[in-house]
């Protein structure tokens, strides 16, 4: 008898142990499914990304530019030896302390993930904000994901930071994550004040990515202002941003001012650095003259990579430095607000180019990657 009761109770725990269990979803799989695919200026949570077909897109010039469709960015390693030390830059605590007059961009673009593509939390976007307050006293935000508004805005009102927030709403993956980021800018502004809000861009680049018609797009601006109107945001700018060559006069209408993506390093035209950034000056005045209508015209992104190769030409910290050098002065020659691309180096792009992931002015952990001490001293 024993040794059947032993003979069952094996037959017993085979059977369970083959049978499967199921495994709950990771915070990152259940964020993925509510949020669906990223884009160049966001991320998401894939466990498992299929490597994206590159999409060749013709941009002003005549220039081509290689595109990532929607994909997870997974992490790249950082040559972290390329780094050069800015002790002239002084300390952190004397640009701090000074505010906008020590200011070497009039703004930089900021994107809030961690090198292996997780959401930066609120203590990591404070200590990422001092950093920039040493160059700059703006930041463009591209969306309200992984609570970046909310910790930007808390971390600017709670400290004293002296610090201007362009936000952004990102609407190229469907009108309810559209309306959920609407939703929560406005909860922020409750939370916290509305004061350090300066623009709102409903969207990026979405019609040179083709993720929406133009009219379609109108109606996501003027939706969301309606949305802004209501909660009592109606003083804080609305509008969108695309490259200057994809901006459409309908478009310019439906914005309170024009805010343009313009990226040299991808023309095919010119030779130097000083003439890649004298043409963005003339690029801005060009759309001045062509859908401006008596608007401000800004710049939501203009930089250079520090690697990779385009195909026309290829990125390095020299010429990264030296652009940046040019554009801030010609820029500020021009009285031409925009905003510098970007913060730091963007290894969360999984799949990107070496090109799309080295654009930042510092590198991956914050750190500077050339001598800034000089910008904007003309």
């Not at 990102?170 to 509305?194: C, F, M, P």
Request: net charge positive; charged share 20%; glycine share 8%.
């Amino acid at each position: 008898m024993s040794n059947i009761c032993f003979f069952l109770f094996v037959i017993f725990a085979f059977f369970f142990a083959t049978q499967s269990v199921p495994v709950p979803a990771t915070p990152h799989q259940n964020r993925a499914a509510k949020y669906g695919n990223g884009s160049r200026n966001f991320k998401n949570y894939n466990n498992r990304p299929k490597r994206p077909i590159p999409v060749t897109v013709v941009v002003p010039g005549g220039f081509e530019r290689n595109i990532i469709p929607n994909t997870r960015r997974k992490p790249v390693s950082v040559n972290k030896g390329q780094a050069i030390s800015i002790g002239a830059l002084g300390s952190q605590r004397s640009l701090y302390g000074n505010g906008s007059s020590d200011t070497k961009f009039w703004g930089l673009t900021y994107s809030p993930y961690n090198t292996d593509g997780s959401c930066s939390d609120y203590k990591k976007v404070l200590s990422d904000l001092k950093v920039i307050l040493t160059v700059t006293n703006r930041i463009r935000l591209y969306s309200t994901d992984c609570n970046q508004l909310e910790n930007v805005v808390k971390a600017i009102t709670q400290n004293n930071l002296p610090m201007e927030v362009y936000a952004g709403i990102w609407i190229s993956d469907g009108a309810q994550r559209a309306s959920n980021e609407i939703d929560t800018l406005i909860q922020v502004a409750k939370t916290y004040g509305s004061s350090v809000i300066k623009g709102i861009s409903v969207g990026n680049e979405e019609l040179f990515k083709g993720s929406m018609s133009e009219s379609e797009l109108i109606a996501s601006i003027n939706n969301a202002r309606a949305a802004f109107s209501a909660a009592g945001l109606a003083g804080i700018p609305v509008y969108t941003t695309d490259t200057d060559a994809n901006f459409t006069q309908n478009v310019a209408n439906a914005c309170d001012l024009i805010q343009v993506n313009i990226h040299t390093i991808y023309d095919t035209q010119r030779a130097s650095i000083d003439d890649l950034a004298s043409s963005v000056v003339t690029r801005v005045r060009g759309v001045r003259s062509k859908i401006g209508g008596g608007k401000k015209v800004r710049i939501g992104e203009t930089g250079y990579s520090s690697a990779g190769s385009t195909g026309a030409r290829s990125g390095s910290l020299s010429s990264a430095s030296g652009y940046a050098s040019r554009t801030t002065c010609l820029l500020k020659s021009a009285n031409i607000e925009y905003f510098y691309f970007e913060a730091k180096d963007a290894v969360w792009k999984a799949g990107a180019s070496q090109v799309e992931q080295n654009f930042g002015v510092f590198d991956a952990n914050f750190q500077p990657k050339f001598d800034v001490s000089r910008l904007g001293s003309c």
